[in-house]
């Protein structure tokens, strides 16, 4: 990116925030901190930040709560977010990023784990405006606008789904194993696991089962995932 890019630390923890900053800082990002939710929603509104680190355990408001809110809202719909937390079991995994994140890592980190995990993300959610629009059954997505239309209503999706619908649209009708999705959208050098693209899909699907365009993305046994307009 040629500008810093600005992340927005959520934590309640004050030793927590002075240590993620001071690693963002010195690794030329802008840091900004929030300890709560409502003081999130300010810096927000004042200076949008283009990544959000939010930790789980908040208090009033919890950071899966609040990433739930965060994939609603059109002003942070496109904001990526990367959830901390000090727990550790699969199902929390999943319900961290049923709630709406892009990544999860677990307390304690390392800053370089962090830090690596944060520009993987940036250069995934960056947007490629040299790319052009695609249709497929009244389910339209523009990349150059970041723009979603299911029956020419508008869709909001959070960055992840964004790019997982896009490859699957500008690659129909072919059968993608969840490695394959993963170097696709995810990116070959970044860890994830592949339980990862299920959660992703399934929330994709969810998003899609108003209009019904649930059902172009199809599950092959065995396989993976394709991408179909045909019946």
Not at 127 to 135: F, I, L, Q
Not at 180 to 193: D, K, T
Request: hydrophobic content about 40%; overall charge positive.
């Amino acid at each position: 990116m040629n500008r810093q890019a600005k992340i927005l630390v959520v934590d309640d923890e004050p030793a927590i925030r002075q240590m993620v900053c001071l690693a963002l800082e010195q690794a030329s990002f802008v840091c900004l901190e929030a300890a709560d939710v409502s003081e999130a929603r300010k810096l927000i509104v004042a200076d949008r930040p283009d990544l959000i680190l939010l930790d789980w355990m908040l208090p009033k408001v919890s950071g899966v709560d609040y990433a739930h809110r965060l994939r609603h809202e059109k002003l942070t719909q496109d904001i990526p977010v990367i959830m901390l937390t000090a727990r550790t079991e699969e199902d929390d995994k999943v319900k961290g990023l049923d709630s709406g994140a892009d990544d999860y890592i677990t307390k304690p980190f390392s800053t370089r784990e962090l830090l690596s995990r944060i520009r993987a993300l940036l250069r995934r959610t960056t947007p490629h405006t040299a790319e052009v629009a695609v249709e497929t059954g009244g389910l339209a997505l523009d990349p150059v606008t970041h723009r979603v239309t299911a029956a020419g209503k508008p869709v909001s999706l959070g960055p992840t789904e964004f790019r997982l619908l896009h490859f699957f649209m500008t690659h129909p009708e072919r059968v993608h194993s969840r490695e394959r999705l993963l170097n696709s959208v995810w990116g070959s050098n970044v860890y994830v696991e592949d339980r990862t693209v299920d959660v992703h899909i399934r929330r994709l699907r969810k998003i899609l089962a108003p209009t019904r365009h649930d059902r172009l993305i199809q599950t092959v046994r065995g396989s993976g995932y394709r991408f179909s307009g045909g019946t």
